[in-house]
C-alpha cells in the first residue's frame, strides 16, 4: 500500500492531539478492540523485558511520552528521545524531568528520515512506529538505522500483535479509524506482526532475535546486529 501525504497529515495531527491520553492504553483505558486488561498484562511482561535492555547511549525512536524510560534508564549513560509531535515530547520531557534524568537527556523534534543524527548509538528502541510504515518505508527504516548505529548495536521492537482476536475486527494491513476521547475520528495507516514477520524482518536487515514477547496485544523483541 502507499500512503498519500493527506493521509500522513492526519496521522501526524492524531498523534499529536492524541497526547495527552497516549498513555491511558498501556495502563488498561481508552478505546480498544480487545480487553483493556489484557494490555496491562501485557505491558508488565514487556516492561520487564525492557528493564533488561539497553547500554551506552540509546535512541528512543517515536519515543511518545516516554512510557519506556523508567525501565531501561538506569542501563545507558545517555539517552536521546526523537518525537515527530511537539506535544508527545512535551510530555515526555516532563517524564524525564520527574525522574531527574535530565542531565543525561537530549530531545530531537521531527521526522525519523528526515532529521539529521549525526551521532553512533549503542541501541535503539522503537516502539509502534514499523506498523505506521509501509513495506517500502521500512526499508528505508533500517538503512538509516544501520548509519547511526555502532557495529555491536542492540535493537528493542515493540508494536501491535496480530492474533484471532484482531483479525475479528480488522485486517493485518491498511486504513483504519481511531477515536480520540472527545470523539473525534482520524485515519491512520497500521499493520500488526506476528513472530514471522518479525524473524524475516530481523534477518533481512542483518539482525538477530535474542528474545521476544507474544502477548494478544503486544508483541517485542530484542536483538543484535551482526555482519554477513
Request: charged residues 30%; contains cysteine; aromatic residues 14%.
Amino acid at each position: 500500500m502507499i500512503m498519500d501525504d493527506k493521509i500522513r497529515q492526519e496521522m501526524m495531527l492524531y498523534y499529536d492531539e492524541r497526547a495527552e491520553e497516549y498513555d491511558e492504553i498501556y495502563l488498561g483505558k481508552g478505546h480498544t478492540t480487545i480487553d483493556p486488561d489484557v494490555y496491562k498484562k501485557d505491558v508488565a511482561k514487556v516492561a520487564k523485558m525492557v528493564s533488561n535492555f539497553g547500554k551506552g547511549h540509546l535512541i528512543d525512536i517515536a519515543c511518545g511520552a516516554g512510557f519506556w524510560l523508567p525501565n531501561y534508564a538506569r542501563n545507558c549513560n545517555q539517552i536521546t528521545f526523537l518525537e515527530q509531535s511537539e506535544r508527545m515530547l512535551s510530555r515526555c520531557k516532563d517524564r524525564v524531568e520527574r525522574l531527574e534524568l535530565a542531565d543525561i537527556s537530549n530531545f530531537v523534534q521531527g521526522d525519523f528520515f528526515d532529521v539529521d543524527l549525526a551521532s553512533k548509538y549503542d541501541c535503539a528502541l522503537v516502539g509502534f512506529l514499523l506498523s505506521h510504515l509501509t513495506f517500502a518505508q521500512e526499508e528505508a527504516f533500517f538503512r538509516k538505522l544501520e548509519e547511526i548505529l555502532r557495529t555491536d548495536s542492540q535493537l528493542m521492537f515493540i508494536d501491535s500483535a496480530w492474533n484471532e482476536s484482531r483479525q475479528r475486527y480488522q485486517e493485518k494491513e491498511g486504513l483504519q479509524e481511531r477515536v480520540l476521547n472527545d470523539g473525534r475520528v482520524f485515519r491512520i495507516y497500521k499493520r500488526y506482526f506476528e513472530k514471522s514477520d518479525i524473524k524475516t524482518m530481523f534477518k533481512r536487515y542483518r539482525f538477530r532475535m535474542k528474545s521476544y514477547y507474544i502477548g494478544e496485544a503486544l508483541i517485542a523483541a530484542i536483538a543484535e546486529s551482526y555482519c554477513k
